[in-house]
């Protein structure tokens, strides 16, 4: 039997012209650079899952969480599939001197800043798809 679609939301947490990635150890996308992210819980805003997601996950605060698209993601390639629609948001670090933790560390390798124009690879498929669709977070003038 298959399973219902699922809510993520995933967050671009933008520095000057660096976003923060990290690489999942998780079964889906393993090894590939994503964004910090989880699932809604109940009866919360997509803000809230942000800054809450992003907090358990790299320690870092953020503000001016704003949301920007939404993309729709089957994932049947892993063992376990998965339909996750997922919420795209953005936002900026409270301090920006603030560091990013490995938190999750069964789930994730390390959280990093990379410049936009020299993302690593290979990027997690639904972030690839957004980016070969002309997907940018930041102002036209970086594009
Ligand atoms: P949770 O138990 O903390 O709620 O969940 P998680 O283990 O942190 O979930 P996740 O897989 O990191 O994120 C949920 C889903 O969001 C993921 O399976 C697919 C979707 N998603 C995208 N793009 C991205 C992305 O760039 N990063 C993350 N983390 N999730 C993404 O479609
Ligand atoms: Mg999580
Ligand atoms: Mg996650």
């Known amino acids: 039997m298959s399973q219902a679609p699922v809510v993520g939301v995933a ?20 090894n590939t650079y994503a964004l910090p992210g989880g699932h809604l819980e109940f009866g919360e805003s997509f803000e809230e899952c ?12 953020i503000k001016d969480i704003q949301f920007i698209t939404v993309t729709n993601n089957v994932f049947t390639e892993a063992a376990k599939q998965l339909h996750v629609v997922a919420v795209i948001m953005r936002a900026s670090l409270v ?26 690879q290979p990027l997690f498929q639904p972030l690839e798809t957004m980016l070969k669709n002309g997907f940018s977070p930041f102002p036209a003038k970086l594009n």
């Open 95 to 120: 301090d920006p001197e603030q560091l990013p933790q490995n938190v999750e560390p069964e789930k994730c390798d390390g959280w990093d800043w990379y410049d936009w124009k020299n993302l690593p």
């Open 11 to 30: 967050v671009f947490v933008v520095k000057g012209d660096k976003v923060l990635l990290g690489r999942r150890r998780s079964s889906v996308g393993h």
């Open 50 to 61: 942000a800054a809450r997601e992003v907090k358990e996950e790299t320690g870092l605060d």
